[in-house]
């Protein structure tokens, strides 16, 4: 299905800006976008065609399974916990090294 | 080694691909409705993260927390000596602090009570609330909205929902709460930590620049 | 059908925002793209995770990577008050060393401190790296282990005498090395010039610029000059910062030649 292919799309996107910038900041960018698509991918396995949310009284026909969703819903908040953190990380690096570029930082000084 | 980069991204995207086959054709969707009944919340999206898997949620805002704390300590020693000059008081800014900070309140309220029976819940609105302290921050001026948000209220205020939220949890496991009511005190009191913990973070960001 | 729209205009999004080549539009579309792929979730039968992913990925993230966008760091400089070098200015810092400092700041994408210290402080300061650069009026002395940038501002150092008395220097300041043994010396140059005033010292060794400030200020009466040496002000750099020593004085030949530091030498000094 569509969602299932951006998804798919999302992760590898996000994976070759991890990858390829040379840029701290740029990598968590793109390990963000790689998450939204593992993320996307959990809830695109969740839907049935023609599905409507699992809350009582919307009435007949096809749930979405809504085990995904819990699972994702505490993905999301950790990201953005985790996320805070390792910036603070590179606010510290900042402060001492004076660059953001992964070889400048790996070079012995 | 240049062929490197390209080969490794293929490679996770032809192991997720893989994955997606394997999923076909869709398992049946369990039966949900005997836990929201058994939970007493309609929504089951909340009957599973309030109840079913409570621990699981209780957990994760330990973890929250935790990050929280750490953010704290490593950037104590960073902050910047003397104040930080508030954004250049604009009056769209304000302005806008003025006409969304009610609704923004109102809205994750609503989204904290009414979490069990809908879409919602305590995380959408404590993350709302942390958004609408930052743009209350923006137009105020970190600094001044530090001083008047009194700094050990709040981590007090972070410590006792946790605190309470693990008793609530132990109720549950151990003489076995369950019902509406729970549903909306839970909520609230995540509300209350993810909004904290965000403005914490936000405000420690301030701290370290020369300017908002 | 709208389903497959929206997941194109989100995987549009994601190539637009990873493709930048500013880090700022980098982080506000990928802002934006969380806010589609919240619009997907809906979509997809999932509002609580389109709220969260909304409120959390639109949001908390994009601010909180707006605020962690700094530049390249900290550039601190430990500074004594000298007008109209660099000086305080109610709530900002003015001067002809601060309209370089900041442009150099801005130069290597750092933020400038200023660090108002007292001039003994300074070679303890540098050689720590707790500042990375000193300013305001600086002369160095002999045997100053920091590396000296080129030379700013010329000026000399002159006894002024208003009477019979010791002379006196402010501590950690060239004037103190050729002070005779009976000199007396100040923590700074307000503490100086108030002993001179009161009668207490008899003279000082004090650099040119500061000597004319006070006669134009009025707060010695007749007063004699002499000449010692020909000087000049300095920055001075951290010894451990070869780089920056390096970039600092490229910085400096580049506004030198461009005539620049010529037209901010009359502006500020004339």
Redesign the interface.
């Known amino acids: 299905m569509a969602a299932c292919a951006l998804a798919i799309a999302l992760v590898g996107l996000g994976f070759w800006t991890l990858i390829r910038r040379r840029n701290v900041i740029w990598k968590l960018l793109g390990l963000n976008v790689a998450a939204g698509g593992a993320i996307l991918f959990l809830v695109a396995i969740a839907h049935r065609p023609g599905a409507h949310p699992a809350i009582v009284g919307l009435g007949p026909g096809p749930t979405a399974d809504p085990l995904p969703h819990a699972l994702v819903l505490t993905a999301i908040v950790i990201h953005f916990a985790t996320l805070a953190l390792s910036l603070v990380y590179v606010i510290v690096l900042t402060e001492r090294r004076h660059s953001q570029d992964v070889h400048k930082l790996e070079e012995d000084r | 080694m240049k062929w490197a ?2 080969m ?3 490679g ?2 032809v192991l ?2 893989v994955g ?1 086959w394997s ?1 076909f054709p ?1 398992p049946e ?2 039966p ?2 005997e836990a ?1 009944a058994v939970w007493g919340a ?8 309030l109840g079913a ?1 409570l621990w ?2 209780l957990f ?1 805002i330990l ?2 927390a935790m ?2 704390v ?2 704290r300590l ?2 104590r020693p ?1 902050w ?2 003397g104040s930080v ?1 508030p954004l250049a008081e604009t009056p769209l800014l304000r302005r806008a602090a003025d006409v969304l900070l009610g609704p923004i309140v109102v809205f994750s309220v609503y ?1 904290a009570a009414s979490g069990h029976l ?4 305590g ?2 609105a404590g ?2 609330l ?2 609408g302290l ?1 743009l209350l921050a923006l137009a105020k001026g970190a600094d001044r909205l530090g001083g008047e948000l009194h700094e050990p209220a709040l981590e007090r205020g972070e410590y006792g929902a946790i605190a309470l939220l693990l008793a609530v949890g132990g109720g549950v496991l151990f003489f076995g709460w369950k019902g509406g009511s729970l549903c909306v005190g839970l909520n609230f009191l995540i509300a209350v930590e ?1 909004a904290i ?2 403005w914490v ?2 405000h ?3 701290r ?3 300017e ?1 | 059908m709208g389903t497959i729209l929206l997941c194109a205009l989100t995987l549009a999004l994601a190539v637009f925002a990873l493709t930048r080549k500013r880090l700022l539009w980098g982080v506000i579309g990928v802002g934006v793209h969380s806010l589609a792929l919240a619009g997907v979730y809906l979509f997809l039968a999932a509002p609580d995770v389109a709220l969260t992913e909304a409120a959390i990925g639109f949001g908390l993230v994009t601010f909180v990577y707006l605020l962690a966008l700094r530049r390249g760091g900290r550039l601190v400089v430990a500074a004594t008050a000298a007008y109209p070098l660099l000086y305080p200015d109610g709530e900002k810092i003015a001067g002809l060393e601060w309209e370089i400092l900041s442009r150099f700041g801005r130069s290597l994408h750092r933020d400038v401190e200023i660090l108002w210290v007292p001039r003994a402080e300074i070679p303890r300061l540098l050689s720590s790296a707790e500042a990375d650069l000193a300013a305001g009026g600086f002369l160095p002395r002999d045997g100053e282990r920091a590396l000296l940038s080129s030379p700013l501002v010329p000026t000399r150092l002159v006894i002024v005498r208003t009477g019979e008395g010791p002379l006196g220097a402010v501590k950690g300041d060239r004037g103190e090395s050729h002070l005779p043994p009976n000199g007396r010396t100040y923590e700074d140059h307000e503490a100086l010039v108030r002993a001179l005033a009161r009668g207490e010292l008899g003279g000082a060794v004090v650099d040119l610029l500061r000597a004319r400030q006070w006669l134009l200020d009025g707060r010695l009466r007749d007063a004699e000059m002499t000449p010692l040496e020909d000087v000049a002000f300095r920055f001075a750099v951290a010894p451990a910062q070869g780089e920056t020593h390096a970039a600092l004085e490229e910085f400096l030949r580049d506004l030198s030649s461009t005539g620049e530091l010529g037209r901010l030498v009359e502006e500020h000094l004339r």
């Open positions: 980069a390209p490794a991204v293929l996770i995207v997720v691909a997606t999923l869709r969707v369990p949900w409705e929201t309609e929504n089951a999206v909340a009957a599973i993260v898997r699981d949620t994760e973890v929250y990050a929280m750490g953010v490593v950037l960073l910047r000596t000059p989204l809908g879409p919602g819940g995380f959408p993350a709302l942390g958004s930052l993810v913990g965000a973070v936000l420690q960001f301030t370290t620049r020369g908002v």
